[in-house]
């Protein structure tokens, strides 16, 4: 079974899966959506599977490395593989999906095409995480992006059609940075490759690896997203139904931030360094702003949707910090806020199932009849706001510590930054508690009590909830158990973004980040 190529059974068994369903027998949508589920069950048992068998956690390079000729005149080979930055990843798409499928056991219109994209979704998902060819990695970030198209826009909200359309126009304009960008350091040089790790050891003047690496910041920061590329975002999950929440908030966000560490970082060390700054400040910018807006929100699933911008503010940081920690801390942050992002966006469904509005005004007292769902929504609400003993508390705190500790910035610059992230802190807590203030306490709405049965959360939904809030909590009590997956890939990432700055101080003085006025870039030693 060493031999066995398990990522690609991976990534090719739910999308050929997906191709079986119009032929099942099947006119309520009862069937295939336990097919669905049995498909999404089996992949995620795969992926354990492989990762306990053929993964070893002290091998910082790829692993269950599988590469096959597809087109061999332009150099298009079928390359996948998994290393510390795409395996945690990979397991979080195939847990997250297999619970999204369990929670769209309610759809009913047209459930033969809503499952076929969620299978082909799941596939898709993982290739773009396993992949290690780049033009392989552009084509499947793109056929990736049509199941959410169509799910937004034939189950969304009464404005899907927009929501869709702004989606989709956001990341495929995005996406066509990654091809410009890929075709340029493919091309670049005496050898014509795609293969990331040959791309990666081509030496590319510093100029081509600025506008290389602009270009990708902009694909990838729609996706995480960046202020000012997020707008998308909320108007996706103000239409967005359950499953699609999670997907989103789960995975897909997750995306922009693994292809900062993947090409932004990785392959373009020494633009990494200018840009670690301009990262920094995008990021505080990020978790300010958001937390602000979120707070002003009457809608409640805008108001956790710019909870995520917020919180992804965190994992820009981290990325720029120079520091071990602070790089774990990034990696952290985004499984945590995938599985902490999906269980309050189901909430937000679970919610919406029985009063029908998602306005705050017209909630209030709901908690009295729905005292599971009270339950739910105060343990998911802490976890986001980073109580400790919860993973959010955990990633975050590494953030900050790797920042703080960084001696790639002077302290004016680090004393500002902190003090401006430490107020979206602040305002977390705030905005959260009022919003369950506002939902499950206080005088009972007599007229929503009166015109909607609130019922309290069904077996199915506690299982969903009580299968995130366990990893969540275990993260939280014991983070170790996640980040021996990636710690050493992550230190060999660190010392090569160390290793780059002083490079850089010697090739191009003239662009020293030293004649910022706030902050400068050192010249660190390897290692902290």
């Known amino acids: 079974m060493e031999n066995f190529p398990w990522l690609t059974t991976i990534i090719l068994f739910p999308i050929v899966a997906s191709l ?15 097919y669905a589920l049995i498909v999404g069950l089996i992949d995620f048992a795969f992926i354990v599977y ?35 930055l795409s395996m945690p990843l990979i397991i979080l798409t195939g847990f997250v999906t297999t619970l999204a499928i369990l929670a769209a056991w309610p759809v009913t219109f047209k459930p033969k095409l809503f499952y076929f994209l969620m299978l082909a979704m799941y596939g898709g998902q993982i290739a773009v995480f396993a992949v290690q060819d780049m033009l392989l990695f552009f084509l499947v970030w793109e056929l990736e992006l049509v199941p959410v198209y169509l799910i937004l826009s034939i189950w969304g909200g009464k404005k899907r059609l927009y929501a869709a359309t702004k989606f989709i126009l956001y990341t495929a304009g995005g996406s066509l940075f990654i091809l410009v960008g890929s075709l340029a350091m493919a091309f670049f040089g005496d050898t014509v490759t795609f293969d990331m790790q040959a791309i990666a050891a081509k030496h590319y003047p510093l100029n081509l690896q600025l506008l290389l690496y602009g270009g990708f910041l902009i694909a990838y920061g729609v996706k995480l997203p960046i202020f000012p590329l997020h707008t998308w975002l909320p108007d996706a999950h103000g239409e967005a139904t359950a499953p699609a929440h999670m997907l989103l908030a789960g995975i ?26 301009i990262l920094v400040i995008l990021g505080v ?34 990325i720029a910090s120079f520091t071990d920690i602070g790089v774990s801390g990034a990696m952290l942050q985004m499984i945590s806020h995938g599985l902490i992002g999906a269980s309050l966006f189901f909430l937000v469904g679970c919610t919406y199932d029985r009063t029908h509005t998602l306005m705050l005004d017209e909630m209030g007292g709901v908690g009295v009849k729905m005292k599971k769902v009270f339950a739910m929504w105060t343990a998911c609400s802490m976890a986001s706001l ?17 920042f703080a500790t960084s001696d790639a910035y002077n302290f004016t610059f680090k004393v500002i930054v902190i003090l401006l992230a430490a ?24 007229e929503l009590a009166e015109h909607e049965e609130l019922v309290d959360a069904e077996p199915r939904e506690v299982f969903v909830i009580a299968s995130l809030l366990v990893p969540i909590i ?11 997956i990636y710690d050493s890939t992550t230190t060999q990432l660190t010392a090569l973004l160390r290793h780059s700055v002083p490079t850089l101080a010697q090739k191009a003085p003239e662009v020293k980040p030293s004649k910022w006025k706030f902050f400068s870039l050192s010249a660190p030693k390897i290692g902290n």
């Open 285 to 318: 910018v990020n978790i300010v702003y958001a937390a602000l807006t979120s707070f002003a929100q009457r809608n409640l699933k805008r108001k956790i949707a710019y909870s995520s911008i917020s919180h992804m503010g965190f994992v820009l940081i981290g």
């Open 474 to 484: 275990g993260i939280g009590l014991y983070p170790k158990m996640l980040t021996q």
């Open 386 to 402: 980073a109580l400790p003993g919860m993973s959010g508390f955990v990633a975050e705190l590494m953030v900050f510590i790797g």
């Open 50 to 84: 492989a990762f306990n068998t053929g993964y070893d956690l002290h091998t910082p390079g790829l692993q269950l490395v599988e590469k096959y000729a597809w087109v061999p005149q332009i150099d298009l080979n079928w390359s996948v593989g998994a290393d510390g």
């Open 423 to 446: 107020v979206g802190v602040i305002l977390t807590p705030i905005y959260l508690l009022s919003m369950l203030r506002e939902i499950l306490y206080g005088p009972e709405n007599k």
């Open 20 to 34: 079986l369903i119009p032929i099942i027998p099947d006119k309520d949508g009862k069937t295939v959506r336990w």
């Open 252 to 277: 897909l966000l997750k995306m922009g931030g693994y292809g900062l560490l993947r090409m932004n970082a990785e392959m373009l060390p020494d633009a990494h360094a200018t840009f670690a700054p």
